[in-house]
């Protein structure tokens, strides 16, 4: 084995998990759930089987990624962020085949209790604020602010916050 997990994750036969990767107490990773090398999935993390997850991510604790959400490299999701993968769900009608695609590029941060709304796409190195909720798509760089989600500003490959989009 060339990840680590604890002895109270659960890891389906059929789930992919890359070199280096640390998956903590009482998580779930489902077959045909892809996760790259490198990765630190926090304690109660959840992974549908039609997740990847890309290198270098950290997904904090109570964090439930389910079918649909796509994750590039050096992604950040803070503690108990929310990701939906239908627009309507009701308990008695089966939308399975609705589910709708979540794509979070490159370096993006996702900060503790946010919610993404799926079908979005947020770009590479945005950096969506704790508790905030988005509902579109997000531009690279964007900062992403309160409920439901707006641009505050840009940030930068480091994180910080900057006057005006970074050049490409």
């Not at 002895?7 to 903590?24: C, L, N, Q």
């Not at 009608?93 to 209790?113: C, D, F, H, M, Q």
Request: proline letters at 5%; hydrophobic letters at 40%.
């Amino acid at each position: 084995m060339t990840y680590n997990a604890h002895e109270s994750a659960i890891i389906d036969p059929g789930a992919i998990v890359g070199e280096g990767t640390r998956i903590w107490h009482w998580s779930h990773i489902c077959a045909g759930a892809n996760i790259g090398r490198n990765c630190s999935l926090g304690q109660n993390t959840y992974v549908a089987k039609q997740v990847i997850i890309g290198n270098n991510c950290k997904i904090q604790n109570n964090v439930s990624l389910f079918d649909g959400v796509i994750l590039e490299d050096d992604v950040f999701c803070g503690p108990s962020v929310v990701f939906t993968n239908v627009l309507n769900p009701r308990s008695a009608i089966p939308r399975k085949l609705e589910y709708r695609s979540t794509l979070v590029k490159k370096g993006a941060t996702i900060g503790a209790n946010a919610t993404i709304v799926c079908g979005v796409v947020l770009g590479e190195y945005s950096f969506i604020a704790a508790g905030s909720v988005v509902t579109g798509d997000v531009a690279p760089y964007a900062l992403m602010v309160g409920v439901p989600a707006r641009q505050d500003g840009w940030m930068n490959m480091n994180g910080e916050r900057i006057n005006a989009p970074p050049s490409s």
